[in-house]
């Protein structure tokens, strides 16, 4: 059977879970959600509560109160759900040569032991990374249990529409950013329900609905801002200079509003909208219909750029369209890159490119930005480090 992956708990929900519906104690580090035993605890469901949220060492090797069983720990065993990350003991983590020994860190679904470079007697584990849980891009197409991941993470009901879910759902902000950063698999790459209705088509969207739909324009103002122009060659220059300003644009695009997080509101509204945007991008990467962008979508987005480039181009109308064609047709680029990357095989220059992205998914969301390029990410010191190789035991 392979191993499955526990999330790291934030202490101040493990704290929060204290009632009936939902009650956990720990362990020292070891999370328990123990809300199905309230009902079958021999002393009562209200004495556990006085406890829910905190740790129960101490309670229950109280020979005063009442000295449990093995018996007792061994049902705390079945109700184990994570791990829970304090102050102390993510300090203790982070200074340990073998962080496994403080907190465990299972291998996840799939991921057998790798020899190192030191052949068969050198086997050792990847390592887990704490924030996603996986160890690497091949996890992410490890189907995802529904029924398991929604009765251990207690955060969406994949068989169910994810929407209102997300709106309803009353989650945390760090909570559902936890959540959403650790990645699931959905039948295969299907496309999970989003909201169950007549508008889930809307939420799909082919890769070849990009060029289908903007190469035309791009074409047809880059032919208009050609006749308002004095050559060909200055056509080109603004449209390069176009081009070259999307690299950018993409860049903070993705930095500064699609991962927002740190800024994040911490309601409904915000928490929503983060996952329409791009969360469920982070939480369902392998969905192949809700990778690129949906033409509704680009056209909001697009339009203040439009408005920009006729701005600081006002002397020119022509200037100006030829500089947001030549941004358009960049666009184009990254979303079929960022299709491709997570989908396809492909020459030598953009494998390196797809095992940059896809760590960004399953190792460290908060760095890696640039999709097409890590030129930005090599500027502004975002760029991915490449993962550690394990070391032999």
């Given at each position: 059977?392979?191993?499955?992956?526990?999330?790291?708990?934030?202490?101040r929900?493990?704290?929060?879970?204290?009632t009936?519906k939902?009650?956990?104690?720990?362990?020292?580090?070891?999370?328990?959600d123990?809300t199905p035993?309230l009902?079958?605890?021999?002393?009562g469901?209200?004495l556990i509560?006085?406890?829910?949220?905190?740790?129960?060492t101490?309670i229950?090797?109280d020979?005063?109160?009442h000295?449990?069983?093995?018996?007792?720990?061994?049902?705390?065993?079945?109700?184990?759900?994570?791990?829970?990350?304090t102050n102390s003991?993510?300090?203790?983590?982070?200074?340990s040569?073998?962080?496994?020994s403080?907190i465990?860190?299972?291998?996840?679904?799939g991921?057998?032991e790798?020899?190192?470079?030191?052949?068969?007697?050198g086997l050792?584990?990847?390592?887990?990374?704490?924030?996603?849980g996986m160890?690497?891009?091949?996890?992410?197409?490890?189907?995802t249990d529904?029924?398991?991941d929604f009765?251990?993470?207690k955060?969406?009901?994949l068989?169910?529409?994810?929407?209102?879910?997300v709106?309803?759902g009353?989650?945390s902000?760090?909570?559902?950013l936890?959540?959403v950063h650790?990645?699931r698999h959905?039948k295969?790459g299907?496309?999970?329900?989003?909201f169950g209705?007549f508008l889930e088509?809307?939420?799909?969207?082919a890769?070849?609905?990009v060029p289908?739909?903007?190469?035309?324009?791009?074409?047809?103002?880059s032919?208009?801002?050609?006749?308002?122009?004095?050559?060909?060659?200055?056509?080109?220059?603004?449209w390069v200079?176009?081009?070259?300003l999307?690299?950018?644009?993409?860049?903070?695009?993705h930095r500064?509003l699609?991962?927002?997080?740190?800024?994040l509101?911490?309601?409904?509204v915000g928490?929503?909208?983060?996952?329409?945007?791009?969360?469920?991008?982070?939480?369902?990467p392998?969905?192949?219909?809700?990778?690129v962008?949906?033409p509704?979508?680009?056209?909001?987005?697009a339009?203040p750029?439009w408005?920009l480039?006729h701005f600081?181009?006002?002397?020119n109308?022509y200037?100006?369209t030829?500089?947001?064609?030549?941004?358009?047709?960049?666009y184009?680029?990254?979303?079929?890159?960022?299709?491709?990357?997570?989908?396809?095989?492909l020459?030598s220059y953009?494998?390196?490119?797809?095992?940059?992205?896809?760590?960004?998914h399953?190792?460290?969301?908060?760095?890696?930005?640039?999709v097409?390029?890590?030129?930005?990410?090599r500027v502004?010191?975002?760029?991915l480090?490449p993962?550690?190789?394990a070391?032999?035991a």
């Amino acid at each position: 059977m392979p191993g499955r992956t526990l999330p790291t708990i934030l202490q101040r929900d493990v704290e929060s879970r204290n009632t009936a519906k939902s009650c956990y104690v720990t362990v020292g580090a070891n999370v328990y959600d123990i809300t199905p035993f309230l009902d079958d605890h021999p002393g009562g469901g209200e004495l556990i509560l006085e406890y829910g949220g905190k740790d129960v060492t101490a309670i229950m090797g109280d020979e005063i109160s009442h000295t449990h069983s093995e018996a007792a720990y061994e049902i705390l065993d079945d109700h184990l759900i994570g791990f829970v990350a304090t102050n102390s003991i993510m300090d203790a983590v982070t200074k340990s040569q073998h962080p496994d020994s403080i907190i465990p860190l299972p291998p996840s679904e799939g991921i057998q032991e790798a020899p190192s470079k030191g052949g068969a007697a050198g086997l050792t584990s990847k390592p887990v990374y704490m924030t996603t849980g996986m160890s690497s891009a091949e996890d992410l197409s490890v189907e995802t249990d529904l029924d398991s991941d929604f009765k251990t993470h207690k955060f969406l009901n994949l068989n169910k529409p994810l929407l209102m879910q997300v709106w309803n759902g009353g989650f945390s902000k760090d909570f559902y950013l936890e959540q959403v950063h650790r990645p699931r698999h959905y039948k295969g790459g299907e496309s999970a329900p989003l909201f169950g209705n007549f508008l889930e088509p809307l939420s799909k969207t082919a890769w070849y609905v990009v060029p289908i739909v903007w190469l035309p324009p791009v074409a047809y103002g880059s032919y208009l801002a050609g006749q308002g122009l004095s050559s060909l060659w200055e056509t080109a220059s603004y449209w390069v200079l176009g081009l070259c300003l999307w690299t950018l644009v993409e860049y903070g695009l993705h930095r500064g509003l699609f991962h927002v997080d740190k800024y994040l509101p911490d309601n409904r509204v915000g928490i929503t909208a983060h996952f329409l945007l791009h969360g469920i991008h982070h939480y369902l990467p392998m969905d192949k219909l809700r990778l690129v962008m949906p033409p509704t979508l680009f056209v909001a987005l697009a339009t203040p750029f439009w408005k920009l480039a006729h701005f600081v181009f006002a002397y020119n109308w022509y200037a100006a369209t030829a500089v947001f064609c030549g941004g358009i047709f960049g666009y184009i680029c990254y979303d079929l890159t960022h299709y491709f990357l997570h989908h396809r095989t492909l020459p030598s220059y953009y494998r390196e490119l797809k095992k940059y992205h896809l760590q960004h998914h399953f190792a460290d969301y908060e760095n890696g930005f640039g999709v097409t390029s890590r030129f930005w990410d090599r500027v502004f010191g975002t760029e991915l480090a490449p993962p550690k190789a394990a070391k032999a035991a």
